[in-house]
């Protein structure tokens, strides 16, 4: 049923700057924004080995009971260097949530809360670059 992961949506109050930010933090621009013209309700971002989209919405339409706060589920992204993600995370601006911490040997996972109120996961995960290597991409 669950064939892969589709797209991550963020909320946030200031959708341009939030826009700014993850332009800063992943080195692409959006690539797409609606409305075209003047404030954006809703950008976009294609990002990683399979270009996953992550999608930055106005706040008010955030679905009714949506928290306020960080909380829920946590979607954790690859990265090949976690702790120099994590300074450089919080250099931005983000928080720590949940320091570094070893599930086993090849999986270590933190997250921060980006200074729009989002959790942002951040894993190094053996299993995903064992996945890449099958698939004849080479990693970092």
């Given amino acids: ?75 954790f992204w690859h990265v090949d260097d976690l702790d120099a993600s994590v300074d450089r995370l919080t250099a931005m601006g983000a928080t720590v949530l949940q320091p570094a911490t070893e599930h086993g040997p090849g999986f270590v996972t933190a997250s921060v809360v980006d200074p729009f109120g989002n959790i942002l996961g951040i894993m190094y995960n053996a299993h995903y670059l064992e996945m890449l290597a099958r698939c004849g991409v080479s990693a970092g």
């Fill in 1 to 75: 049923m669950l064939r892969g992961l589709s797209t991550v949506s963020f909320y946030a109050d200031d959708v341009s700057a939030a826009a700014g930010w993850y332009a800063d933090l992943l080195g692409v621009e959006p690539y797409f924004q609606r409305p075209e013209e003047g404030a954006p309700a809703y950008i976009e971002f294609r990002i990683g080995d399979h270009l996953h989209e992550l999608g930055l919405i106005d706040r008010r339409y955030a679905s009714p009971g949506t928290a306020d706060r960080p909380g829920g589920a946590v979607v």
